[in-house]
């Protein structure tokens, strides 16, 4: 049976700890105790065994050396004593202890230990790395230490060649770390609570480190970042909501608005920023209330009532719902209202003064815009368009003299002085219209003498008079106007004459007779 030579710790420099192996021979039958030469594929089969555990165990333990370099117990075990060589280290079992002989290594099961060991910590590695990104040293806790231990000792053990052990290590801690990164969503949930939690206690420390933590695990948590700009303003903040309140208690009004407003411009969610805000907000706005109010009903006062309008509607833009805005403003419209019609009432008089009548009509129909029910407007509209049409019908027998030859239109003229005689207190203009029309209504009634002479054979038409039959003279008294004389006798030809009887003419003489023959 081959057996595995315990090293010489008398050698001042060993070789690196490594099982030697050493192959049984083989005895051929029928010769005990011949050891016979190997065969060549014998040989090649050791040469290649022998190779193929050199290089897994040259290459696992660069690998292994490289790994451990960057963790603490690898440092630790890699360390030795100055002047000192490595010692290397080989693990014993109990028989061994005692002297009894050690038992062969098989190579292939080291290798399977080693590549199982290896496996778990690469696994462990990648989960470990992923917690890292999450910053889990910082909430990971005792599950975090734990698995830190069991990979610590994973180390050792796979420093020492235990890949079994080593292996086990491995994947407890990869267990652990799988449960801390199931863990990540409520952790994150938490630390968002007690970050809350802390901004309400106005602890900024413990709320800028809840909210860091926060950020290592979601760098993209808006609630998180938001949180913790808010705890890194929260002492300014609290200064500043300090100091408007001292302003505020000494009535420094201004003083303590800027304070809130630059505290709430830092920290647009502090509850109690915007509260002191609003609170010295409303005492300004009382003032500018009051004052407005005070300013407006002085300008109403002096009679300004553009000034005490915009005065009170600004005064109304504090206080939508004031019932002293409302009625100091009803007042100004009733005085504005007022004044401008008292404004259109002296216009009209002054108009009726004049005897401008379509001014005065004007003036009186914006009074009954304001307020139909206004009487004097109302008796004003309607004297003034009865003036109007006096006017007009005046003007049409002053500029048309001519239309009194109609009997018709000289009554309506005769109606038209007779109304007018009745109007008292009649203007100068009126006046002298009034006489003008009496004169050519009393021209036009004012008969004049026609004299109408004929052969006695004729028989005479006077249009618009009569017929007058056959005569050798015939007076008539005839009204200024156009008439036709017509001649008529048998086998004669008809004669017919128009006469123009202008008033104030002297009298006419006219002959009609039928002369010519058929």
């Known amino acids: 049976m081959a057996s595995v030579k315990d090293p010489d710790p008398a050698e001042e420099n060993p070789a690196p700890a490594r099982p030697e192996i050493i192959t049984p021979l083989s005895v051929t039958p029928g010769t005990p105790g011949s050891i016979p030469p190997p065969t060549r594929r014998s040989t090649r089969i050791k040469v290649a065994l022998l190779a193929t555990a050199f290089v897994l165990l040259v290459g696992g333990g660069l690998w292994l050396l490289n790994y451990l370099a960057d963790r603490p117990a690898g440092k630790a075990a890699l360390q030795t004593p100055a002047g000192k060589p490595d010692q290397p280290s080989q693990k014993k079992t109990a028989g061994q202890a005692q002297g009894s002989p050690q038992t062969i290594a098989d190579p292939a099961a080291i290798a399977a230990e080693k590549q199982q060991a290896e496996k778990h910590l690469a696994e462990f590695l990648k989960l470990k790395q992923k917690l890292e990104t999450k910053g889990v040293s910082q909430w990971g806790n005792e599950t975090y230490l734990e698995m830190t ?51 309400d206690r106005e602890n900024s420390e413990l709320a800028r480190q809840k909210f860091s933590i926060a950020l290592m695990i979601d760098p993209d948590n808006s609630i998180a970042a938001r949180g913790l700009q808010r ?100 007042q100004v419209d009733q005085a504005i209202r007022v004044a401008r019609i008292q404004t259109y009432r002296r216009k009209a008089a002054a108009a009726e003064g004049t005897e401008n009548w379509q001014q005065a009509l004007d003036a009186y129909l914006q ?145 009609i007779k039928c002369e010519a023959k058929i």
């Open 231 to 330: 705890a890194q303003k929260m002492d300014a903040v609290r200064q500043l909501l300090a100091s408007g309140n001292r302003h505020e208690k000494a009535g420094k009004i201004a003083f303590a608005h800027a304070d809130y407003q630059e505290a709430l411009r830092l920290d647009p969610g502090s509850e109690k920023a915007r509260l002191a805000l609003e609170r010295v907000q409303a005492q300004i706005s009382d003032a500018e209330f009051q004052q407005l109010m005070s300013e407006g009903l002085t300008a109403l006062h002096q009679n300004d009532y553009q000034l005490a309008r915009k005065k009170l509607l600004k005064a109304k833009s504090f206080r939508p719902q004031s019932p002293e805005a409302k009625d100091a403003l009803a």
């Open 367 to 511: 009074v009954l815009k304001i307020d139909a029910n206004i009487q004097f407007a109302a008796r004003g509209k309607e004297k003034a368009q009865a003036r109007i049409l006096i006017e007009k019908r005046i003007n049409f027998f002053l500029q048309q003299p001519a239309a009194l030859e109609s009997d018709r239109q000289l009554d309506n003229a005769i109606a038209l002085i007779e109304e007018i005689e009745k109007i008292e207190p009649r203007g100068p203009r009126l006046e002298e219209r009034f006489e003008r029309l009496v004169r050519i209504v009393d021209a036009a009634r004012a008969p004049v003498k026609i004299m109408i002479e004929s052969d006695t054979l004729t028989d005479v038409v006077v249009y618009k008079v009569g017929k007058l039959g056959r005569f050798e003279s015939r007076e008539l008294s005839l009204r200024p106007g156009t008439y036709t004389i017509v001649g008529m006798r048998d086998g004669y030809q008809d004669v017919r004459k128009k006469i123009i009887i202008k008033p104030g003419q002297k009298a006419l003489r006219v002959t």
């Open 149 to 199: 231990r069991l990979a610590d000792e994973a180390d050792r053990f796979l420093l020492g060649n235990d890949y079994a052990a080593a292996a086990a290590g491995y994947a407890a801690a990869a267990a652990n770390a799988r449960d801390l990164i199931d863990r990540i969503e409520p952790v994150l949930g938490q630390l968002l609570a007690e970050g809350q939690a802390a901004m």
